[in-house]
Structure formats: structure tokens, C-alpha cells
């Protein structure tokens, strides 16, 4: 698994590349082997985005979530929060095909 992040108009924060890389193993229980997954970190007048895009082999999911929050890290728990909705669904529709 490889994990990208990329910051526009903000400085780089050790500590929330941590946070990432020790959140985003939560989405290793879905067995879908996502290959790359890619963090975009956004300070625009005021507001944070945060952006996440997951691809893999036949796998692609994007989330993202914007806010004039005080920090990245609530961001990162909702886009991480969609992608893992995502990928369960994709999980359970592909384990139903393999049922029939």
C-alpha cells in the first residue's frame, strides 16, 4: 500500500502524516487491496479541504470535506469515514456475486 500526501498553501505537519498513515490501515479490513491512496491537504481563504482518492486494481473511491475547521484531523476522520462506506459496499456487492 503506498500512501501520497500533498499540501497546497499549508506547511507539512509530521504529526498529521502520522495520524494518516495510522488511520488509513483501518481500510486493510475490506481485503480490497488498494494500491495507491492519495491525501490532498487544501488552505484556501479560511477554510481546509481535505481530499482522499483511493485507487487499486478495478477499485476507485473519492471523498473529500471542507470547513473552516481549526485542524486537518477532523477532515481526515470524515473522508476516511466515506471511503470506508464506499469500499464495504463495493466489498459486499462483489461477495454477493461470488454467492450466486
Known amino acids: 500500500m503506498r500512501i501520497d500526501f500533498k ?17 488509513v490501515h483501518l481500510l486493510q479490513k475490506y481485503e480490497l487491496k488498494p494500491l495507491r491512496i492519495e491525501f490532498t491537504f487544501t488552505k484556501e481563504r479560511g477554510e ?14 473519492h471523498a473529500h470535506h471542507s470547513g ?3 485542524n486537518f484531523f477532523v477532515g ?20 454477493s456475486h461470488k454467492v450466486s
Request: aromatic share 4%.
Open 48 to 61: 481546509l479541504r481535505v481530499d482522499l482518492q483511493v485507487r487499486g486494481d478495478h477499485l476507485e473511491a
Open 68 to 70: 473552516p475547521d481549526d
Open 76 to 95: 481526515v476522520d470524515q473522508t476516511l469515514t466515506k471511503v470506508a462506506k464506499q469500499l464495504a459496499k463495493k466489498k459486499a456487492k462483489i461477495q
Open 7 to 23: 499540501f497546497r498553501h499549508c506547511e507539512q505537519s509530521e504529526e498529521l502524516t502520522n495520524y494518516v498513515t495510522e488511520k
